[in-house]
Structure formats: structure tokens, C-alpha cells
């Protein structure tokens, strides 16, 4: 898959910066969004290649966000990865359940965002 844009979304201000960090020295765009429905508008309106998407958030939370962009003819191509404390087995089903690629789990370390981009 051929990446150019990713959509960061996440309510935590730390955890938002710490994901652009670990996306630093890449070439990608970075676009951030605070909630689940600025993911949902910022994704129709910036057509990203990748989004990378908080569960818990206020709100939408990521759950029906993914529902939302796996539901619509517009963002439905674009692969979501959840990024979040929410990592038990339960919650990779359920996230593979509403349309997710991918779900690491919080902390983690910046290989592992590179590597679940590898994996698209």
C-alpha cells in the first residue's frame, strides 16, 4: 500500500504528540484529530491513506467512528488502526469486528507503528 497521508486522532494531547513522534522521521503528512467525529469529518474532507485511532475517547468514541468511516462508500477503503489501553483479547475481536486492521496497544514502542504500516 502506498502511504502518503495518516490521520491521527486521539483525545489525550500526550498521546497525540507521542504518536506524532513516533511518525517523526517518516515522509508521511500527519493530520490529527481530538474526537471521533473530527476523525470522521477530517477523513472525508483530507482523504488520508492510514488513520491511526484512539477506542476511548469522549463523545464518538473509537469504536463507532470505525463504523462510521467502515460504513461510508467515501472512507470505507481507508484501513483503521486502534491505539489504545484497551488490549485484551476481547477488545482485538471487537475491534476486528467494527472494521480495524490492527490494534497496539498502549504503551508501545515506535517500531511497532512502523510496523503495523508494513502490515497494510
Not at 502511504?3 to 491521527?8: A, G, P, S, T
Not at 473509537?62 to 461510508?72: E, M, N, P, S
Not at 481507508?78 to 484497551?86: G, Q, T
Request: charged content about 25%; proline content about 6%.
Amino acid at each position: 500500500m502506498d502511504i502518503h497521508k495518516i490521520l491521527i486522532c486521539d483525545d489525550s494531547p500526550t498521546d497525540l504528540t507521542n504518536l506524532k513522534n513516533a511518525l517523526k522521521d517518516t515522509h508521511y503528512v500527519l493530520i490529527t484529530a481530538n474526537d471521533g467525529t473530527e476523525a470522521i469529518k477530517k477523513a472525508k474532507s483530507d482523504k488520508p491513506d492510514v488513520i491511526f485511532l484512539d477506542i476511548v475517547m469522549p463523545g464518538i468514541d473509537g469504536y463507532a467512528a470505525c463504523r462510521a468511516l467502515r460504513d461510508d462508500p467515501e472512507t470505507k477503503h481507508i484501513p483503521v488502526i486502534f491505539v489504545s489501553s484497551k488490549h485484551q483479547k476481547a477488545d482485538r475481536v471487537w475491534a476486528q469486528m467494527q472494521g480495524a486492521k490492527n490494534l497496539i496497544a498502549k504503551p508501545y514502542e515506535p517500531a511497532e507503528i512502523s510496523a503495523a504500516l508494513m502490515t497494510l
